[in-house]
C-alpha cells in the first residue's frame, strides 16, 4: 500500500549528539514536511520541501537540518544545537498541483533525550 | 501571519449525540484552505475534511461536516451520531496561498465520547 513511512518509531539521543530520523514516502508526491509536536500542543513545522535539492525553513528550523536527495526521502537531522529535542516528530507529504490539497501523515518518531 | 484558534480544550459527549468542535481562524490572504485532522493516541495523524475559501457550499465527508461562516472567520467540525471510536484529539489547520507552504495548526480539542 501506498504510504509515508518514518522509522524509528521511539528514538534516545544523548548530550551533544546528532540524530537522524528517516522519513520515506511510495505516494509520488512533490512536497514533504516535518512538524514538531509538544505535548498537549498543536504541529510546528520545521521544515519543507518542494522539490529535490530545494527545502525552505518553517517557523522552528533552529537546531534542525534536513536533505532532499531524492524524491521519495526527507531525512530530518536533529543537532546538538537543540537544546529542548523531545518532542514527537511528524512527517507528512502532498501533491502540490491543483491548490490545496490535504497533507499524508507518517505515524511519527518519538525522541527523548537520555 | 495566520492563527488558528481552538477554544475548547476537551469535551466529553455521549455515544450518538452530534459534536461541534469550534474552530477560528486569521488570516489576509483570500486565498486559503482549512482542514481538520484527527489524531488517536496511537500518535498519527489523519485526515477528515476540507473546506476553500472560494468554496460555496460546506464541506462534507460521510459523518463529518463543516460548518464554514467566511464572514466570522469561523470552520466548526460537526460530527453526526458520534462513536466510541472518534474519542481522539482533534486538529484545524489552516495553509494560504496555493503552494507547498506547510499548515498552521490550532491546539486541539480532546474529544471524549463516553458509552
Known amino acids: 500500500d501506498g504510504g509515508i513511512t518514518q522509522s524509528p518509531k521511539y528514538l534516545f539521543r544523548k548530550e551533544g549528539q546528532n540524530v537522524t530520523l528517516s522519513c520515506e514516502q511510495n505516494?509520488?508526491?512533490?512536497?514533504m514536511y516535518w512538524y514538531r509536536q509538544d505535548p498537549g500542543q498543536g504541529l510546528r513545522l520545521i521544515y519543507y520541501?518542494?522539490?529535490?535539492?530545494?527545502?525552505q525553513k518553517g517557523d522552528i528550523a533552529e537546531g534542525y537540518s534536513v536533505s532532499r536527495e531524492k524524491k521519495e526521502s526527507f531525512p530530518l537531522t536533529v543537532t546538538s544545537a537543540q537544546k529542548n529535542p523531545t518532542a514527537f516528530y511528524l512527517c507528512a507529504s502532498s501533491i502540490v498541483v491543483g491548490g490545496n490539497q490535504p497533507q499524508h501523515f507518517g505515524d511519527g518518531t518519538r525522541l527523548s533525550i537520555l | 501571519a495566520q492563527k488558528i484558534t481552538q477554544t475548547q480544550p476537551g469535551m466529553f459527549v455521549q455515544e450518538k449525540e452530534a459534536v461541534t468542535l469550534d474552530c477560528t481562524y486569521d488570516?489576509?490572504?483570500?486565498?486559503?484552505?482549512l482542514f481538520w485532522y484527527k489524531q488517536p493516541s496511537s500518535g498519527e495523524m489523519i485526515f477528515l475534511i476540507y473546506?476553500?475559501?472560494?468554496?460555496?457550499q460546506n464541506a462534507t465527508e460521510g459523518r463529518y461536516s463543516l460548518n464554514f461562516q467566511k464572514a466570522r472567520k469561523s470552520a466548526n467540525l460537526v460530527i453526526s451520531a458520534s462513536q466510541l471510536g472518534d474519542s481522539a484529539m482533534y486538529f484545524c489547520?489552516?495553509?494560504?496561498?496555493?503552494?507547498?507552504?506547510?499548515?498552521?495548526f490550532g491546539k486541539g480539542t480532546h474529544l471524549i465520547i463516553q458509552p
Open positions: 520541501s518542494q522539490i529535490v535539492n530545494d527545502f
Open positions: 505516494l509520488n508526491h512533490d512536497a
Open positions: 489547520a489552516m495553509k494560504v496561498g496555493g503552494g507547498a507552504d506547510g499548515l498552521t
Open positions: 488570516t489576509s490572504d483570500p486565498s486559503y484552505g
Open positions: 473546506q476553500g475559501s472560494y468554496d460555496q
